[in-house]
């Protein structure tokens, strides 16, 4: 098929490999996340938007709008899920979906039946994956519309806008976009996260965000002697993760359901590291999930004094929604915008983070809003063009004066 700019653009993007690295104690946690940064700021030069990469690894950019109208701001991150790789994405492109099954290689089909929001999408032109890697639409999505955006109002001058700042965040996926963020620097009244999936949708109500980590240190001795007297670190663990509500696990939970997710375990015998995430979208709920794993802890010192447990709980972004009821600007514009275009929008709770809930708590409303790309951090990960290019036209009717 013939591709235009704005999906050109993305096809660019996607071909970078930009994934981020929990493990890692630099900013960016990876230097090829700069990989995009470069390409983002070439483009920006080429479109003439004064930009900067600031020491962390943020793209600021700004273009002029007329005076007196608040500047709107639009941002996206650059980096990758962790879940699957980024690297050699070789993205595929479907013409004229039909509703059937679409085979990614020998191994991998993206179905129907285990993923029916494809049925929303007959006729669309979709972008897949080669079944080898993730596609990288969250969020070179929302890099490509944002850009599309930008480089619509430099050919088309004549076309009034507000003034627009743009911030490309390295690390979102692994919960440290905002870190660093500079509100004066990037200089918006609100903004608008692009990072979502379906395009009628205003995200105005995400998670609070916690994690704990567990260190346990079992009592080790050789097995044929260790009757009474052995503490095994990894039956601790399990121990450990049997005492949280079963009921909170995601896989069990949906809507405003809150969850406690094991996202790595490792050890041995003696000593085990687990790595949890803790989410819900009420701080008092939120905080009751935070003592039970304060009294996992205790129960189990109680019950093997031979062992020792290490436990730290941080916060990690709270729900934005606590800003904006108190301003809601940024959402009351957006609603107006959709519904001008003919699109009633949605707000349904988010079961995920996102960069403009810190935002928001540092002075800037920042709703949450789609890309039109789906099954986010793995090979099933698919775009849809015509929702894509919806994107487009909606994002450059928000800045429109």
Known sequence: MQVDENLARFLRYVKIDTQSDDASQTTPSTLKQLDLARQLMKELDELGIPNELDEYGRVYAHLDGEKGLPTIGLNSHMDTALECSGKDVKPQIHENYDGKDIRLNEEYTLSPKDFPNLLRHIGDTLVTTSGDTLLGGDDKAGDAIIMSVLAYYVAHPEVKHHPIAILFTPDEEIGRGPEHFDAKKFGADWAYTIDGDFPDHIDIDNFNGSHADVKIHGFGIHPGEAKGKMVNAIRVAEEFDSLLDPNEKPEYTDG???????????????????????????????????????????????????????????????????????????????????????????????????DGATFSFQGCPTPNLGTGSYNHHGRFEYLSVREFNLMIEIVKALVKA
């Open 256 to 354: 405003w359901d809150g969850f406690n997710h094991i996202l790595s375990f490792q050890g041995d015998s003696t000593y085990v590291e687990m790595h949890y995430i803790i989410r819900n979208h009420k701080k008092e709920l939120l905080e009751k999930q935070k003592k039970e794993f304060v009294f996992a802890k205790e129960f189990l010192e109680k019950k093997y004094p031979n062992a020792k447990i290490e436990l730290e709980i941080a916060d990690d972004y709270r729900n934005m929604s606590e800003v904006l009821e108190k301003d809601p600007r940024a959402v009351e514009h957006a609603r107006k915008v959709f519904r001008s275009l003919g699109i009633e929008p949605v707000s349904l709770p988010v079961r995920g983070g996102t």
